[in-house]
């Protein structure tokens, strides 16, 4: 597949478009004299009708890459959108600032489906959003040629891909699109894809030397931390803490999980709720709408809950559990700090999780209908992800650069400023080396048939069943870490296995062992450094301070309170009425006449017409 790469060099950050259409536009419906990096390039594209491929990282502001065009040259344009969730979240927005859009899909009643149709025949629409089974099973494309469309945007474009990691089938059909509308331009949107799921979905779609326009993968508003897991529910009720009264998600391996950790945060004042597969449609829908509408802060949840989640102000993502793959946490943390603003994204760390991912890998390929042979390709290509996964947990570096690198785009200078290690938050263990050699001697002295769990109790001096039945009480190594806790001595074990310098047998009970590095330790030829297994003191990343600045943070939450007010009286989500960078630039700002509120980033036309005159009375502490 051929394509070419954008005719015309990015321009620069926070450079006005070089199109005066496009500013005109800009900041009249949203309120913004600047677009971000590459976002112009992909207007440009729809504008000269050329396909593109556009991949942006989640909160780049990909979304208006195909709002804006529609309303520049007056046309109607459709998204193509995996979701109806999504879809809704758009539409809301987009109406919140007088936008003409509509979606069309399986949740409204005939009569609304039907004054779409005709909203969309009478060209009333700049903007409609479908799904692909919408599209092409309901007769809507027979529609969409007699309104003489020009330009689709595929949304989600990896799920069209052999090679994407959300693979959906329906996402095939798109093809049509070229055959039904030869004349139309077609545009692929994405957050994550590689070369080779760039060019498949290119093919796919049967796109014509398509613009290839790929953004920056790096977030850096978002600080990423790691932290040793010691006690899952203590730490997640500490992280949460600093988010107190703010959109958190909270991430889980298991359903079971999900339930017992929502409730005991919901048992300490925290307003939260469980989201997994397992539950009903119903009560699922329940949670995405109270958080959506910010009656509830925090989202206790399995990886069956964000890809709908449009939800802007997140401002904590919270891995209890490590990601199965590093493309798996750059989609789940991609839902922090959409609206560019500085969010938090904290992974709670145990290789304890490698094995378990490696044993449900391996059962699960084995019960497939696969040959022996494809199951194996099937699980060394699941565990190459896995292990790319906890090298970037391991790592002390700085982990923009490491998830940059990874997917393929060199990182600017180190340090970032905005995650632990640069930060220097993490700390090493004093005496490490001789920690090192008192656990290893504890695993030669129970020969090496034992698991984390027995060799952290011997040398807890625990006087278990277990330990006085195999009389290893009597033991040189017994009660050596006595000052310890068991999830403290068990987590220096796991950071062991991690170096290498420990080994763990496969299989349902696995046991430690030694291997030769583990005898260098031993020997004292090798020097080992372990990290102090709980959180180091915690400083606020520079995005933190520079987003705060100057900001009234008490006119700030009485600017949220109003917002909140006005979402519930219009049955929306909050963050359509107006984000919070919005809310912070007015707190900071805080404008006395309607023209100067007209300057602050975010604030349209529409919006000053609806919301001028209550926010300028808040301003002067008059309350709306």
């Known amino acids: 597949m051929s394509g070419q790469d954008a005719p015309a060099p990015p321009s620069p950050p926070g450079a006005p478009p070089d199109d005066p259409r496009i500013l005109e536009v800009l900041s009249r419906w949203w309120g913004f004299d600047r677009l971000r990096p590459l976002q112009e390039e992909a207007i440009r594209a729809a504008l000269d009708g050329t396909d593109s491929v556009v991949v942006m990282p989640t909160g780049g502001g990909k979304s208006l890459c195909y709002q804006l065009p529609p309303l520049v040259n007056g046309t109607t344009d459709v998204v193509v959108s995996p979701l109806v969730a999504l879809m809704k979240d758009q539409v809301d927005a987009l109406e919140a600032i007088g936008y003409p859009a509509a979606a069309i899909h399986s949740a409204m009643s005939p009569e609304e489906r039907a004054g779409v149709r005709d909203r969309l025949a009478a060209g009333e629409l700049r903007l409609l959003f479908a799904s692909p089974e919408r599209l092409v099973n309901t007769g809507l494309l027979d529609l969409l040629a007699e309104v003489g469309v020009k330009r689709f945007a595929i949304d989600e474009a990896h799920c069209i891909s052999h090679w994407g990691h959300d693979f959906r089938p329906e996402y095939r059909q798109m093809s049509l699109l070229r055959e039904r509308f030869p004349r139309a331009s077609i545009h692929a949107f994405t957050a994550t894809a590689t070369p080779r799921v760039r060019d498949d979905i290119a093919a796919q779609l049967h796109l014509r030397a398509p613009r290839m326009l790929i953004g920056t993968f790096d977030r850096p508003n978002l600080c990423y931390r790691v932290v040793p897991r010691t006690d899952r529910i203590a730490q997640t009720l500490a992280i949460l803490g600093r988010h107190r009264?703010?959109?958190?998600?909270?991430?889980?391996?298991?359903?079971?999980?999900?339930?017992?950790?929502a409730a005991r945060l919901a048992a300490e004042g925290i307003l939260a709720r469980p989201y997994h597969a397992g539950l009903h449609a119903t009560e699922r829908r329940r949670t995405q709408e109270a958080f959506a509408r910010e009656t509830i802060d925090v989202v206790v949840a399995t990886v069956a809950f964000g890809m709908g989640i449009d939800r802007s102000d997140v401002r904590l993502v919270l891995h209890t559990s490590l990601p199965k793959s590093l493309e798996a946490y750059q989609q789940e943390t991609g839902?922090?700090?959409?609206?560019?603003?500085?969010?938090?994204?904290?992974?709670?760390?145990?290789?304890?999780?490698?094995?378990?991912?490696?044993?449900?890998?391996?059962?699960?390929?084995?019960?497939?209908?696969?040959?022996?042979?494809?199951?194996?390709?099937?699980?060394?290509?699941?565990?190459?992800?896995?292990?790319?996964?906890?090298?970037?947990?391991?790592?002390?570096?700085?982990?923009?650069?490491?998830?940059?690198?990874?997917?393929?785009?060199?990182?600017?200078?180190?340090?970032?400023?905005?995650?632990?290690?640069?930060?220097?938050?993490?700390?090493?263990?004093?005496?490490?080396?001789?920690?090192?050699?008192?656990?290893?001697?504890?695993v030669a002295r129970t020969g090496g048939r034992f698991g984390v769990r027995h060799v952290g109790e011997v040398l807890r001096g625990a006087r278990s069943e277990a330990v006085l039945r195999h009389r290893h009480e009597a033991l040189s190594t017994f009660g050596l870490l006595a000052a310890l806790d068991q999830r403290t001595v068990e987590n220096l074990l796991h950071q062991l296995l991690d170096q290498g310098l420990l080994d763990r047998t496969p299989g349902?009970?696995?046991?430690?062992?030694?291997?030769?590095?583990?005898?260098?330790?031993?020997?004292?030829?090798?020097?080992?450094?372990?990290?102090?297994?709980?959180?180091?003191?915690?400083?606020?990343?520079?995005?933190d301070t520079d987003d705060w600045e100057g900001v009234d943070r008490g006119l700030f939450e009485r600017l949220r309170a109003w917002r909140r007010r006005v979402a519930d009286a219009r049955g929306k989500p909050a963050w359509t009425i107006l984000d919070d960078r919005a809310l912070r630039g007015i707190a900071r700002e805080r404008p006395a006449t309607p023209a100067a509120l007209l300057r602050v980033k975010g604030i349209g036309e529409k919006r000053l017409a609806d919301f001028g005159a209550a926010i300028l009375e808040m301003v002067a502490g008059r309350e709306a």
């Not at 696995?510 to 031993?522: F, T």
């Open 508 to 543: 349902e009970r696995p046991v430690l062992v030694l291997n030769e590095r583990s005898w260098e330790v031993m020997r004292g030829t090798r020097d080992v450094v372990l990290l102090e297994p709980r959180a180091g003191r915690t400083r606020a990343a520079r995005a």
């Open 245 to 261: 009264g703010e959109a958190s998600i909270v991430y889980c391996i298991s359903r079971k999980e999900t339930e017992r950790l």
């Open 335 to 442: 839902r922090a700090g959409r609206d560019g603003l500085a969010a938090e994204c904290v992974l709670l760390y145990s290789s304890a999780d490698v094995f378990s991912w490696e044993s449900l890998c391996r059962k699960s390929a084995a019960e497939s209908d696969l040959d022996p042979e494809e199951q194996e390709r099937l699980v060394a290509g699941q565990l190459e992800h896995l292990h790319a996964m906890r090298r970037y947990a391991q790592a002390a570096r700085c982990r923009h650069a490491a998830l940059s690198e990874y997917f393929g785009q060199a990182y600017g200078t180190e340090p970032c400023a905005a995650c632990d290690v640069c930060l220097g938050e993490t700390e090493n263990l004093p005496d490490s080396t001789l920690t090192a050699q008192k656990l290893l001697s504890c």
